[in-house]
């Protein structure tokens, strides 16, 4: 069982940065893909980026390659999402998840999920 907490989400403005930390519990979080969905009112979670269990492996949406990176750090527990440039049409709630081993693309496919953290872009 891995159990996730998102901080780091806030206000800022358009061309601004914020970091995302996902913290996790359980001493197999180093077995674990983990990524970053985000979830505009209204409308489906959509993949951000994700890790693999090693962090050799990457995965972004076009929406946000060259702007965020995902990173992991195991001995911490913690997955990453450093924003930069951001714009307002990234405004959502960004959600934590993980899954044993692989990344996938897909929400269905992650088994833990944090409660989320609200990132808001002003113009």
């Known amino acids: 069982q891995v159990q996730l907490v998102e901080s780091g989400g806030g206000l800022v403005q358009a061309g601004g940065s914020l970091r995302l930390s996902c913290a996790a519990s359980g001493r197999t979080f180093s077995s674990y893909g983990m990524a970053w969905f985000l979830q505009p009112p209204g409308k489906e979670r959509e993949l951000v980026a994700a890790?693999?269990?090693?962090?050799?492996?990457?995965y972004y949406a076009d929406s946000v390659k060259g702007r965020f990176t995902i990173s992991r750090d195991n001995a911490k527990n913690t997955v990453y999402l450093q924003m930069n440039s951001l714009k307002p049409e990234d405004t959502a709630v960004y959600y934590c998840?993980?899954?044993?081993?692989?990344?996938?693309?897909?929400?269905?496919?992650?088994?833990?999920w944090g409660q989320g953290t609200q990132v808001t872009v002003s113009s």
């Open positions: 998840a993980g899954r044993l081993w692989a990344i996938a693309t897909i929400s269905q496919k992650y088994d833990y």
């Open positions: 890790i693999s269990w090693s962090g050799g492996s990457t």
